[in-house]
DNA sequence: TGTCAACTGTACTGTTGGTACTGCATCGGC
DNA sequence: GCCGATGCAGTACCAACAGTACAGTTGACA
């Protein structure tokens, strides 16, 4: 590890190996992804490809780890965002949520997949070591989540006995799972709503029912 | 449809090759899974293969019309031995869900996977047939659901505006996104704990909201 | 006895991932 | 001005795999 190793060689093509090879996994998955498909898109010869990626898990191994970095840059926007709109754990929490899902929204083809579950669902196929890259990510975001959900359970006792990690975990369940929903059924707004219920879940958890004067409530 | 047309050729050796392909293609994918590799298994040729499947994707489309069959009679028997123990819809529905968390509980090795999320990252491979089904089967899911839901809304009027058809969607989006959740981080408890903060959330969206004298959720 | 379902065997095609080289232009450093 | 490294292109080749075609075999049943 020298000092600018990492990523030391943008090099410009094998970053458009990288979209290229992005755009066709998350449309079609990695076995259906071929690399004559790629190296046509980019424009370069096969020995061009094997130069930047050893193989077809390499390439996997680089798609997974920027798709990762790029999520993490996306929810540490969103957070921080929501940090600056209201200095309410819950209320800084439900803003970021509803963030969320309206960058989900307003994706124009509905969002084109998670990589993540496009490794999980190819498991055998890459070493351990992407698959231990995809394990890390989702208790990197778990990690993240939970803490935001610590500092509102401090400020709001949880009205239901819930695991924070549960908790945190799920808002990743609901998205890959709405992604798979929203995919499957062709309706891309069923993500964006899917993520919207877990906030109502998590307001349900912490926030005090709006009772009525008559016990019922509002 | 004639009489008995449905799954007329039993002929072990067509299940037998869809059993080797279920448990190879939940576990790999269907990309990873060869055909050499279920003939082997089965102990057949490459010609008895193609004489039961005209290709792959024959046998996709098959291999995704059972898994949904036996799906829909685990729901099917969940939700009516949940009938038999409670009359109320809630407390059903609610019996329901922790039921299907024991059965995911208690997969030996965790949940297999879903067959209708592998086709879901698989889409380009198959006919539109099969994603056709794929579609029809979440519908079909959701139409299941949101009869329960419509039950349970007239004894019980929801305290937070929800969709009925998202609430029932929720359930398929959380156990898909739980599925790829334990998977990657190799926990199968995940999956059952996801279930249950579910039915945690149908619990609070219909039921009063537990409340002490002083106004304080117990 | 003939027919049909359920296969086996053989031979072939085209695609794909991957290996193993050799060549070649460009560019920074000495 | 040459030297080596970087960043490719070109060629040749192999094995695994999906798929096609078609001829032959076996057992059950009418």
Redesign the pocket.
């Known amino acids: 590890m020298g000092i600018v190793t990492r990523d030391a060689?943008p090099?410009?093509?094998?970053t458009q190996i990288l979209d290229a090879a992005e755009a066709a996994v998350l449309s079609k998955g990695f076995g259906a992804?071929?690399?004559?498909?790629l190296i046509a898109a980019v424009?370069?010869?096969?020995?061009?490809f094997?130069?930047?990626f050893?193989?077809?898990?390499a390439l996997a191994k680089a798609l997974l780890q920027r798709y990762i970095e790029e999520d993490d840059k996306i929810f540490d926007d969103v957070l921080r965002r929501a940090d600056e709109l209201s200095e309410d754990p819950l209320h800084s929490y439900l803003i970021a949520l509803k963030m969320l899902a309206e960058i989900f929204a307003d994706l124009p083809n509905g969002h084109p997949g998670c990589m993540v579950a496009s490794v999980c669902y190819h498991e055998q196929l890459f070493q351990r070591e992407v698959r231990d890259l995809n394990e890390q990510a989702i208790l990197n975001w778990r990690r993240r989540f939970r803490e935001r959900l610590d500092r509102i359970a401090e400020r709001y006792p949880p009205r239901v006995d819930v695991d924070l990690d549960d908790l945190a975990d799920m808002l990743m369940a609901v998205a890959d799972g709405g992604i798979i929903l929203s995919r499957t059924i062709h309706d891309p707004m069923a993500l964006p709503r899917q993520v919207m219920l877990y906030r109502e879940f998590v307001r349900l958890v912490f926030s005090e029912p709006v009772v009525t004067a008559t016990g019922r409530p509002a």
Chains 1, 2 share one sequence.
């Open positions: 060689k090099s410009g093509t094998r992804t071929s690399i004559d498909e424009g370069i010869s096969r020995s061009g094997f130069y930047h050893k193989d077809k898990s």
